[in-house]
């Protein structure tokens, strides 16, 4: 006999988003109305020197200071979003769409296909993410759409391995047995009757990895091969405030504190898509 | 499914092969010429001498064509000449020699603060019953793992160094210069033990040699720790190549964060310079490096898993 956990959450709780998610999504959409409508949320001209106004603690006229040059760090902020996201989200997609390609076939064709793929996540998991992004930035160069390019490449192996499994797990169903029985052909069977049903899966997956390509996007450009510096770019905003940190704990800090609240909501966000997903049959 | 020894390493070997041509493929195959941006570099005009420039691409084995150069560098693999430095002109295999006994400090270290710290954790989540503290202690390691590295290295020694002053910021000298590194190093880590083993503990628990115990009357203490933690100890040790590959790439940051000599900083300013020959050491460092415990870990395992020796299987 297996005794069941008493505790069960009733079934009017468990589509109700908690508070944690609610904040979440109203930081997602805080982020997003940063990174489209910046000058919405600050009017001051992030890339403006103010000489008089040099490494300034928080206050009411500049919420986050003002940077060793003058500039209104919140300002910065609101400007940087545009950049770091951006890049996360070439990341996402660039995974999503190569890992769904590699593991799509590797399932569907299994074989070779499969073998090569095996050791191509072997490999993959083999290396850590951040020094494979970083030999990729390494040969494409430095600057934002390249960290996104490298970080994208970086993180394929998570995504070919769930495509495989739901192509393994609807190959032999018998709606996609007998499209092949009427003669639709392999790739566009794929595409058009196994593919749609691995779409939920997968971008769940997208919203989860979302968080963790924010964190390497961020991580890349603090090492410096991120945009160049007048840029606003997050990572290279901490990085900045590296040598000013005796005189102004806000510099490093804040900055800091906008990427970890970006990162913990969209984890939560990815969380509950993820969970939405597994309640679905 | 075959699972001697000598198949074991025969793929161990596939996956070291495949991560130097997948490496090679990536630095050097893909568009930008090393000694274009040597040159570049080095100040020389854009029209460099032709009987210079070949002189280079020899020196650094970056003349022939694409399969000559893999071939010559595979070669040179085989006898653990991992090419020559771009920058420094010495090789790679000596630079990372040089570097690596401080990461191998610092990871040592960070692992000494990671693995009581994580074991800790996922233990007391599991044995309190203090709501909100029930409640902190399973959620701290989600929250520290979506933590920038770089930033919680910056906030300790923001708050330790120069706030109170109770440790150097930069350095390293004894000690005392470890402690912030390591911990910067450690936390993600210790987060991702506790997480593997909150889970493994989770799901041993609902097994129906736990329930037999408990209803006989065994303590919760003693059920944890002489039955529960034996086998969801377990799932720990498959752990072990990622977390050593997440020290040394965390190493990468944290050794940039404190100024700290090692590979992460050797494999940072590699990549600044462009200095391929570097970075692709680096890169085999961390996959033979997950490859070697990968094969240690899977041949103890069935020393550790009575279930798993042969003949035994369910």
């Known amino acids: 006999m297996i005794l069941q956990p008493t505790f069960a ?55 986050f200071g003002t940077d060793h040059l003058g500039r209104d760090l919140y300002a910065r902020c609101v400007h940087g979003a545009a950049l770091s996201l951006q890049a996360t989200a070439i990341a996402v997609l660039i995974a999503l769409l ?12 299994g074989g070779v296909a499969d073998r090569v793929l095996a050791v191509l996540v072997e490999v993959l ?77 997968l971008l769940a997956l997208a919203a989860l ?47 800091g504190l906008v990427v970890a609240a970006v990162v913990l909501a969209t984890q939560q966000l990815g969380r509950g898509l993820q969970r939405l997903q597994g309640e679905q049959p | 499914m075959k ?32 000694v274009a941006i040597l040159l570049a570099q080095s100040g020389e005009p854009g029209t460099a001498d032709p009987a210079q420039v070949a002189e280079l691409r020899a020196r650094y084995h970056l003349d022939g064509s694409l399969w000559q150069q893999y071939g010559g560098a595979l070669w040179r693999l085989l006898h653990l000449d991992l090419g020559v430095s771009l920058q420094t002109g010495k090789p790679v295999a000596a630079a990372l020699a040089a570097a690596l006994p401080a990461t191998l400090a610092l990871a040592f270290a960070a692992l000494l603060l990671a693995v009581p710290l994580g074991i800790g954790v996922a233990l007391a989540a599991r044995q309190v019953r203090r709501r909100p503290l029930q409640a902190a202690l399973h959620n701290a390691p989600a929250l520290v793992v979506s933590l920038p590295t770089f930033w919680v290295g910056l906030l300790l020694l923001q708050l330790f160094s120069f706030r109170l002053h109770w440790l150097p910021a930069m350095g390293e000298h004894g000690v005392a210069s470890l402690v912030l590194p390591a ?51 377990i799932p720990l040790l498959s752990l072990t190549g990622t977390l050593l590959g997440n020290l040394l790439a965390g190493a990468v940051v944290t050794e940039t964060v404190f100024s700290r000599d090692g590979v992460g900083r050797l494999a940072q300013a590699a990549v600044a310079s462009q200095d391929i020959a570097v970075v692709q050491g680096v890169v085999l460092l961390a996959a033979t490096l997950y490859v070697l415990t990968n094969l240690l870990t899977d041949l103890l395992y069935p020393r550790l898993d009575p279930r798993l020796r042969q003949g035994s299987h369910p």
Not at chain 1, 135 to 162: D, M, P, W
Not at chain 1, 215 to 226: D, E, M, Q
Not at chain 2, 21 to 33: E, N, Q, R, T, V
Request: charged share 10%.
């Open chain 1, 9 to 63: 959450p009733s079934r009017a709780l468990r589509y109700w988003p908690g508070f944690p998610l609610a904040l979440s999504l109203l930081l997602f959409l805080l982020l997003l109305g940063w990174a489209f409508f910046p000058t919405l949320f600050s009017s001051a001209d992030p890339l403006l020197a103010d000489p008089t106004q040099t490494l300034r603690a928080p206050s009411a006229q500049h919420w």
């Open chain 1, 98 to 109: 190569v890992g769904t390609l590699l593991g799509g076939v590797a399932g569907w064709f």
């Open chain 1, 125 to 201: 998991m083999a290396i850590p993410a951040l020094l494979l992004a970083m030999a990729i930035v390494t040969a494409l160069g430095f600057g934002t759409l390249e960290i996104a390019v490298a970080v994208g490449l970086s993180s394929v192996a998570v995504f070919a391995r769930l495509a495989r499994g739901e192509v393994l797990r609807w190959r032999s169903r018998t709606f996609v047995e007998a499209a092949r029985v009427v003669g639709v052909g392999p790739w566009s069977n794929l595409c058009r009757h196994v593919l749609p049903h691995a779409a939920g899966p």
């Open chain 1, 209 to 255: 990895e979302f968080a963790s390509a924010v964190l390497a996007v961020s991580a890349l450009s603090f090492l410096g091969f991120g945009a160049p510096p007048p840029q606003p770019e997050w990572g290279l905003l901490i990085a900045e405030g590296r040598n000013y940190m005796v005189a102004a704990w806000w510099y490093t800090t804040l900055p």
């Open chain 2, 3 to 34: 699972t001697s020894p000598l198949w074991r390493l025969a793929q161990a070997l596939l996956v070291l092969w495949a991560a130097f041509s997948l490496s090679f493929a990536i630095l050097y195959a893909l568009p930008g010429d090393p």
């Open chain 2, 183 to 233: 911990l910067t190093l450690a936390l993600p880590c210790a987060a991702m033990i506790a997480q593997v083993l909150g889970r493994s503990l989770a799901s041993v628990s609902q097994q129906p040699f736990v329930q037999a115990l408990r209803s006989k009357g065994v303590g919760r203490w003693r059920l944890l720790w002489r039955h529960v933690l034996h086998n969801a100890a």
